[in-house]
């Protein structure tokens, strides 16, 4: 595959009153609408759900997760089965995390060099080294269309030098991964990094944007700092990414997260949230958070979202949902994420619509002054990983 196969960006819309961009991103498997929220798939498969589920809510990109796909079943054996869209049977686009976070996250089993990171495996205690080219190789055995790549998330409350040591590293690492990167077959996104210091992001971002690369991501938000704190954030940093290539903000999140942050230009998001939620019963509406276990619904007949058109609701009532969720069936993971993947997937194509039709900023104040908005305060974070 030639460089012209890369992914690219073509940018159709932009919201008269806000910054929310209308895109489409074209891939080697599939084409995207943006902005688009892309469910987790950490391990090669987003839980509860098949394909054929995801192809009926039209889902056109999912995540995978390097860190965890490495050690489960091993890069090596997903190249023998022919790549990881093969192998799970996925036809459509597929991102893959460099699994810096989850790396990081280990915080007693990591040691962190200018070389990369050796750490310990959470499943065995075996020993293993990241470095950029390391898993800039594993990424392109696993063959998703977009790869990220190997940097440093450090906790939102490291003190401010730690955080200018964490930027030169990771910087230092991103040309490193570009170095290793083939564009064979996979377009490699960097990251910028910065917590909450807006002059750390815009000299990350200026470094991270001067290697020339088909999109960008913003990393490190929603990772323990207050909602109001990381749009802020987010303002600030999104307009520093390139207006021609897609941006991605990791990890983000709730409902509200998402309409708030298309505002700020955002194009790209993903989350553990819906299926997380879904399989702890909590279940997102236009009405607000419904918990389904809650005795309340032992016996009500409505669906659990009148206004939705997924499966569930126009199958199913709350009282059997409750029923199975407290029996502990399997249908009820399944049912319930069925619904809040459907829930998020039409949320972002009614704000596609809104951005087309020049109505953004009225659709994004109706939502975020609803029922549904003002019941969804659930924290996100930037895990990407469905444990």
Not at 309 to 326: E, G, N
Not at 331 to 337: E, S, V
Request: hydrophobic share 40%; with cysteine; charged share 25%.
């Amino acid at each position: 595959m030639s460089a012209s196969h890369l992914v690219r960006f073509e940018l159709l819309h932009k919201d008269p009153a806000t910054r929310a961009r209308r895109g489409r991103l074209h891939t080697p498997h599939a084409v995207v609408e943006t902005p688009v929220f892309m469910p987790v798939g950490t391990v090669g498969s987003v839980k509860a759900l098949g394909p054929d589920d995801l192809a009926r809510d039209d889902v056109r990109i999912i995540l995978g997760n390097t860190y965890h796909l490495y050690l489960r079943p091993g890069h090596e054996l997903v190249r023998e089965m022919g790549g990881l869209h093969r192998f799970i049977s996925w036809p459509n686009a597929m991102l893959t995390d460099s699994g810096g976070f989850q790396v990081f996250s280990l915080a007693e089993r990591r040691v962190i060099t200018e070389e990369g990171v050796t750490f310990r495996s959470h499943l065995d205690g075996s020993k293993h080294l990241f470095s950029p080219e390391s898993v800039i190789a594993v990424e392109e055995a696993l063959g998703a269309d977009i790869i990220m790549a190997f940097d440093e998330c450090p906790n939102a409350k490291s003190p401010r030098p730690y955080f200018e040591e964490s930027l030169r590293r990771t910087t230092a690492w991103l040309h490193r991964c570009a170095k290793a990167w083939k564009r064979e077959h996979s377009s490699l996104f960097g990251i910028v990094q910065g917590g909450l210091f807006e002059d750390l992001r815009k000299r990350h971002a200026e470094e991270v944007c001067a290697v020339d690369l088909p999109g960008y991501a913003l990393g490190g938000y929603s990772v323990g700092e207050e909602p109001a704190a990381m749009h802020a954030g987010v303002a600030y940093s999104a307009p520093l990414l390139p207006q021609d290539k897609p941006r991605y903000l990791m990890g983000v999140g709730t409902p509200v997260d998402l309409v708030t942050c298309v505002g700020l230009g955002v194009d790209m998001f993903d989350c553990v949230l819906p299926t997380r939620c879904a399989r702890n019963g909590l279940l997102f509406t236009s009405e607000g958070k419904v918990v389904i276990r809650n005795a309340q619904y032992a016996r009500d007949e409505r669906p659990v979202d009148p206004r939705c058109s997924c499966y569930t609701c126009k199958t199913f009532s709350r009282a059997y949902l409750r029923h199975l969720f407290a029996t502990q069936e399997i249908l009820a993971m399944r049912l319930n994420t069925l619904h809040n993947v459907h829930y998020f997937v039409e949320l972002m194509r009614q704000v596609r619509q809104a951005i087309e039709e020049g109505r953004f900023a009225a659709f994004s104040k109706e939502f975020l002054a609803s029922p549904g908005a003002c019941g969804q305060a659930v924290a996100s974070g930037e895990s990407g990983v469905e444990s």
